[in-house]
């Protein structure tokens, strides 16, 4: 017996210790444990109780980095300086410090580089977390871009119509470079400026829709990145991300099993039954620019006295969810007005305008631009999906702001919405325009806005990961 306890034994060492080496090199670690979709608790007892749990995760993981003494001779100390990596987690283990005090206190510093504007109210998870991560942010998040590649496939992508939220941010960090750092050993993250977009448009005949040629694409670039640098097989692409708006993204990110589980990937597409995992990935709003010319709100909006029809919808019978509304609701009933195609005498923002309620059904995929457009117009957006992570889902609560009905209800649309008290509605109207701000689109960005609010959900991603020197 003795023996057969020994080999069970040395089997079972033989089996954890790759286990316990990798996690030392690499672990993702949640400060704020939550819920699926929310990065910060609600309240300060959830947010004491994470920080105590934090706090011993801290200590077990050894995420906190202290200067190493090592003898030299007797009586002799050299100071080994701490390296880029420990440098950067540091700085991290800092933020963090910083985002549970706020939370902890339900206070904060206001920074005079925002100017005057300090996000309040409901529309936020929670404010306390979000304005000092946000702040930490602008303190600390560095960005490398990597400088492998040539136009159009790299450091380019679409900057009009449907996709052009891909090709804008590509270009905010290749142009302005908000954050860039041209070292890449202090950066906090590190960015593949490839454009699925482009690769699909310029690789791709009409009709051809086989992703083998756009895999291997991606696939050939990251094998040149990490040939050229050290920092992707360092972190398994684990502080790499990626950004597509093009319905393919996700099939695109497949082939590279680190890609595809490891890294960032920010996407349009942010479809849970295709891979997307809101605990890494980032999902980011789809935004129509026409003519490369940058959406605004409409200010002054109407009031909610001043919007006649309860709720609207335009649009082309793509995918099945819309298929199924249109079946149900189109030209069929005055107050919830549906349309496939609006006739030329017909205004697609004066609809928006006089619309208490804008819906916003998935098509071929799970995002809309219609969602960005309700905002902007001031019309509660009506979200009809399955499996959509709705963007910036982290920091904002949804449910202040939109509806959401899933596709088996929508033959009770009408029903749904007339059950809204008024009091309700004209709240989810307030906060629509306080929202504004979060999905506005400006170049060169502005705080606070859709491009800021995109680098601080990877921001979000990058402080629940560490990493640990070899």
């Excluded at 060492?13 to 704020?32: E, K």
């Excluded at 100071?79 to 206070?107: Q, W």
């Excluded at 580089?113 to 529309?123: A, D, E, L, Q, Y």
């Excluded at 989810?428 to 800021?452: E, G, I, W, Y």
Aim: overall charge positive.
């Amino acid at each position: 017996m003795g023996r057969v306890y020994c080999r069970s034994c040395l089997f079972f060492l033989a089996c954890i210790f790759p286990i316990i080496v990798f996690s030392s090199y690499l672990r993702r670690t949640y400060f704020f444990q939550f819920p699926p979709l929310t990065l910060f608790p609600s309240n300060p007892e959830t947010a004491h109780a994470l920080s105590k749990t934090q706090r011993a995760d801290s200590q077990r993981s050894g995420a906190t980095i202290i200067d190493i003494f090592t003898p030299k001779r007797k009586n002799e100390f050299r100071v080994t300086e701490k390296s880029g990596l420990e440098k950067v987690e540091d700085g991290l283990s800092r933020a963090r410090a910083a985002i549970r005090r706020a939370v902890l206190s339900r206070s904060f510093t206001v920074s005079q580089k925002n100017g005057s504007f300090v996000p309040r109210g409901s529309i936020y998870r929670n404010s306390y977390a979000f304005y000092q991560s946000y702040m930490e942010m602008e303190k600390r998040l560095k960005i490398f871009v990597y400088e492998e590649g040539e136009l159009p496939l790299v450091h380019d992508g679409p900057c009009n119509e449907i996709y052009s939220i891909e090709g804008q941010v590509i270009n905010e960090l290749d142009q302005y470079r908000p954050f860039v750092t041209e070292n890449p050993r202090e950066a906090v993250v590190h960015f593949l400026p490839i454009s699925i977009t482009k690769i699909v448009h310029f690789l791709y005949r009409p009709g051809f829709y086989d992703r083998a040629p756009l895999q291997r694409t991606v696939a050939d670039y990251i094998q040149v990145i990490s040939a050229n640098h050290p920092f992707w097989n360092r972190s398994k692409g684990a502080d790499h991300f990626i950004i597509s708006c093009h319905d393919w993204g996700p099939d695109g990110t497949r082939t590279n099993s680190d890609l595809f589980n490891n890294s960032i990937r920010v996407l349009c597409n942010a479809n849970v039954s295709e891979g997307f995992n809101p605990k890494k990935d980032v999902s980011i709003p789809e935004i129509f620019l026409k003519n490369k010319k940058l959406p605004e709100p409409i200010n002054p909006a109407p009031p909610p006295s001043s919007r006649p029809i309860l709720a609207f919808f335009a649009g082309g019978s793509h995918g099945s969810i819309r298929k199924i509304l249109l079946d149900q609701w189109k030209g069929t009933d005055s107050q919830v007005q549906v349309f496939e195609y609006l006739s030329r005498d017909q205004n697609y923002t004066e609809f928006l305008l006089k619309s208490k309620y804008c819906l916003c059904p998935s098509g071929y995929e799970v995002a809309s631009p219609r969602i960005p457009e309700a905002i902007y117009s001031g019309c509660v957006p009506v979200t009809i999906s399955d499996h959509y992570v709705l963007p910036f889902s982290d920091v904002l609560n949804w449910s202040r702001f939109s509806v959401q009905i899933p596709v088996s209800r929508i033959p009770e649309i009408k029903e749904i919405l007339l059950g809204i008290p008024e009091s309700s509605y004209r709240k989810l109207h307030k906060n629509v325009m306080k929202v504004q701000r979060h999905f506005t689109l400006n170049r060169p960005a502005k705080s606070f806005d859709v491009m800021h609010m995109t680098l601080h959900s990877i921001w979000l991603r990058r402080l629940n990961l560490r990493l640990h020197q070899m």
